[in-house]
């Protein structure tokens, strides 16, 4: 049972990123689903937050507008496209379920720098 993210890099300020979470092992379709991310000295944050039908979706102010969250049940998978990228949103990123006691995957890093 295992979440894996993949899909980060480098990219300058102002490009694109499209990170996955795969899950396997069981079935995240009753699952809410959530991003998060830490940057070096920072706590961990909330960026963004899909329901398990994907019809309730939120972000945290740093994002909205810049990043879309959706999922897949299908392919068991849940992306975050990350558009307009600023330097302040290097960090790693992590997905997340609630599923049993909470399930981490190990994080994909993303550093914007010119």
């Known amino acids: 049972v295992q979440l894996v993210e993949s899909g980060g890099g480098l990219v300058q300020p102002g490009g694109s990123l499209r990170l996955s979470c795969a899950a396997s092992g069981f079935t995240l379709s009753i699952y809410t689903m959530t991003w998060h991310r830490q940057a070096p000295g920072k706590e961990r944050e909330l960026v963004a937050t899909i329901n398990n039908n994907g019809r309730s979706i939120n972000y945290s102010d740093s994002v909205k507008g810049r990043f879309t969250i959706s999922r897949d049940n299908a392919k068991n998978t849940v992306y975050l496209q990350m558009n307009s990228l600023k330097p302040e949103d290097t960090a790693v990123y992590y997905c997340?379920?609630?599923?049993?006691?909470?399930?981490w995957g190990q994080g994909t890093q993303v550093t914007v720098s010119s």
């Open positions: 997340y379920t609630p599923r049993g006691i909470g399930l």
